[in-house]
């Protein structure tokens, strides 16, 4: 007799999320950056991304889990606990720092609640999903190999759009879509402070 597989169901957060990375000389005026940022912090983007969000990382380096998002619906003795069930593969940062003359915008929002349906290729007692970190979580961005299969099912319960730009030489500011005008000005200060914008 064929031995069934046996599937899970995990529960938790979702992340959906865009990036972009374009040259502070593209953006050289306030006009420039006004037809750049104005469309981008509009509607979500249409290449955004969606990721299962694990837990909470103590430090973007990390090897465990400091606190765990997600559910199983339907774990037995065969596979254990949660903690057992899932361990994490720290891959790093998932957004990189931009190069010199540089800038990278991050488009990004939350569904409170997603399923995902996990289909191993055998017989499992855990899994170990490739994860890389963001704003302080781990953020599974590997859904196949060789072990199991994650597959989106269901998300709901959206949050705020949110928006993030990071420069070359450290500085990061974040904002909502709703206040992206206020935001639109500290990055106009920003490129000013650091004459990319020389002419107001």
């Known amino acids: 007799m064929e031995c069934l597989i046996k599937m899970f169901i995990l529960s938790g957060p979702e992340l959906n999320y865009d990036q972009e990375t374009i040259k502070e000389k593209n953006i050289n005026s306030v006009q420039k ?13 249409d290449t955004r991304t969606s990721h299962l969000v694990l837990g909470r990382l103590n ?16 774990l037995d003795d065969d596979v254990g606990d949660l903690t057992n069930f899932i361990s994490i593969k720290n891959t790093g940062s998932l957004i990189n720092e931009p190069k010199k003359d540089e800038i990278t915008f991050v488009y990004f929002y939350y569904y409170d609640h997603a399923t995902y349906n996990l289909k ?21 961005t ?14 709901s ?25 206020d935001l639109m000005q500290k990055i106009s200060d920003h490129l000013t402070k650091k004459n990319i914008i020389t002419n107001k």
């Open 157 to 181: 319960g959206g949050g705020e759009y949110r928006l993030q730009i990071l420069f070359d030489d450290g500085c990061r500011l974040e904002g909502t879509v709703a206040n992206k005008h």
């Open 120 to 140: 191993p290729y055998k017989k499992i007692k855990n899994i170990c999903p490739e994860i890389k970190y963001f704003q302080g979580e781990a953020i599974v």
């Open 33 to 45: 950056l006004s037809e750049y940022f104005i469309p981008f912090s509009g509607e979500p983007p």
């Open 59 to 74: 430090s973007d380096n990390a090897s465990t889990l400091d606190e765990k998002y997600v559910s199983i619906e339907n």
């Open 142 to 155: 590997k859904t196949d190999d060789n072990i199991f299969q994650l597959i989106a099912d269901d998300a």
